[in-house]
C-alpha cells in the first residue's frame, strides 16, 4: 500500500532556533499534503494544505511567517518551524493524497527546550 | 463551519464484546468519511472508510453506517480483542476534494 514517511521522527531543539520536519510519499505522486498538529489527547488540528509548485494554504489562526511549508517536488513537502518556543512543542503529523485515499505519516514529536 | 463531533471520548468494553463510536457532521455535501485509528505515538491508520452513496460497509469485525439524512455515521467494532485498544478518530470531507476534518477522538480500552 501507499506509504508516507515522515522525518524527523522525533526532534529537540532549543528555543529560537528553527527545525525542519520532511513527508515524502514513497511510492506514489501527490500533488496535495496536509499537515496536522496534535496535543496529547487531543484531535488533528490542519495547519495547512500544501500543493506542489505552488504557496500553501493556511488554516485560520496559523502563522504561515512560523510555520513554513515547502513542497517542490510531487513526492515531498517540508515544514520549518521558524524560531521555535516551548509553546510550538507537539506532534506534528503530515498526510499525503493518492488518487483515492489519504495517507498519514508517523508523525514528529518536536520538543523545544 | 465545518465541524465533526464524536462520541464517547472514552470507551472501555470487556474483550469479545462489541464497541460503537457516533459521530455527526455539519456539512451535508461531506461526502467521504473515514475512520482512524491510531496508537501512542504513531500516526492515524485508515482502518474503513464509506462515501456517500452507500449506508453501511463491513470489513471482518469492523463495520461502518452512514445515515446521510441525519449527518451521523457510526463505527461497529465487534468482538473486541486487547489489540483493539487505541484512539480512534472520525473524519469528514469538509467540500470536494478538500480539507478532512477530524472528530474529537474516542479512547477505546479492550480489557482481557
Known amino acids: 500500500g501507499a506509504v508516507v514517511s515522515q522525518h524527523p521522527s522525533r526532534v529537540i531543539c532549543k528555543s529560537g532556533t528553527s527545525v525542519k520536519i520532511e513527508c515524502r510519499s514513497l511510492?506514489?505522486?501527490?500533488?496535495?499534503m496536509f499537515w496536522y498538529r496534535q496535543f496529547p489527547k487531543k484531535s488533528l488540528m490542519l495547519m495547512a494544505t500544501?500543493?506542489?509548485?505552488?504557496?500553501?494554504?493556511?488554516e485560520q489562526g496559523v502563522e504561515k511567517d512560523k510555520f513554513l511549508i515547502n513542497h517542490a517536488s510531487l513526492t515531498l513537502s517540508t515544514l520549518t518551524v521558524t524560531s521555535a518556543h516551548p509553546e510550538d512543542s507537539s506532534f506534528y503529523i503530515c498526510s499525503a493524497r493518492d488518487l483515492r485515499d489519504r495517507h498519514f505519516g508517523n508523525g514528529t514529536r518536536l520538543t523545544v527546550t | 463551519g465545518e465541524n465533526v463531533e464524536q462520541h464517547p471520548s472514552t470507551l472501555s468494553v470487556q474483550e469479545g464484546d462489541s464497541a460503537v463510536i457516533k459521530c455527526t457532521y455539519s456539512d451535508s455535501a461531506s461526502n467521504y468519511f473515514p475512520w482512524y485509528k491510531q496508537e501512542l505515538g504513531k500516526g492515524p491508520q485508515l482502518i474503513i472508510d464509506i462515501r456517500s452513496n452507500v449506508g453501511e460497509k463491513k470489513d471482518q469485525r469492523i463495520a461502518v453506517t452512514l445515515n446521510k439524512t441525519a449527518k451521523h455515521f457510526s463505527l461497529h467494532i465487534t468482538e473486541t480483542q486487547p489489540e483493539d485498544s487505541a484512539v480512534y478518530f472520525c473524519?469528514?470531507?469538509?467540500?470536494?476534494?478538500?480539507?478532512?476534518?477530524f472528530g474529537q477522538g474516542t479512547e477505546l480500552s479492550v480489557k482481557p
Open positions: 511510492d506514489f505522486q501527490a500533488t496535495t
Open positions: 500544501s500543493n506542489e509548485g505552488s504557496k500553501a494554504t493556511y
Open positions: 473524519a469528514a470531507i469538509y467540500n470536494q476534494g478538500g480539507k478532512l476534518i
